[in-house]
């Protein structure tokens, strides 16, 4: 059940606020977020699947963190990794040595406010600004 779900996910989010706020400024994994039309149930089944396959991931609502995500995208559940980074490409030489591919993992900074969002995002090859 869809409202059961986002119940749930809202809770994971809470219970990984303290962990997800000490990533401020740092740089981690996404590993997955929330499309449009994803049902709730899908997305926590998802979350489920990457936190058995790493145990440090953190879920969060990509609107907590305004300066780290696009007007487009402030309305979104978000996996990270947990691990942390203070350049992306070791980050994402760690994506593709985990088997993601380009699209799928990409470097994340978590900010609570910004002018420029896609700043703090790096996909492959990695940005020199970040390094």
Request: aromatic share 8%; proline share 6%.
């Amino acid at each position: 059940m869809d409202a059961d779900a986002a119940s749930e996910l809202d809770a994971i989010v809470a219970s990984d606020s303290s962990a997800s706020s000490a990533l401020e400024g740092v740089w981690t994994a996404q590993l997955a977020s929330s499309a449009p039309g994803e049902s709730p149930t899908q997305i926590l089944n998802k979350y489920h699947d990457l936190k058995a396959q790493y145990p440090g991931a953190l879920l969060i609502w990509s609107g907590d963190w305004p300066g780290s995500f696009g007007p487009s995208s402030l309305e979104s559940w978000v996996v990270l990794s947990g691990e942390e980074y203070d350049t992306t490409r070791p980050l994402l030489e760690w994506c593709a040595s985990e088997g993601w591919s380009d699209g799928q993992c990409w470097a994340k900074r978590l900010a609570t406010s910004g002018d420029d969002p896609l700043l703090n995002t790096d996909r492959s090859p990695a940005d020199d600004r970040n390094n």
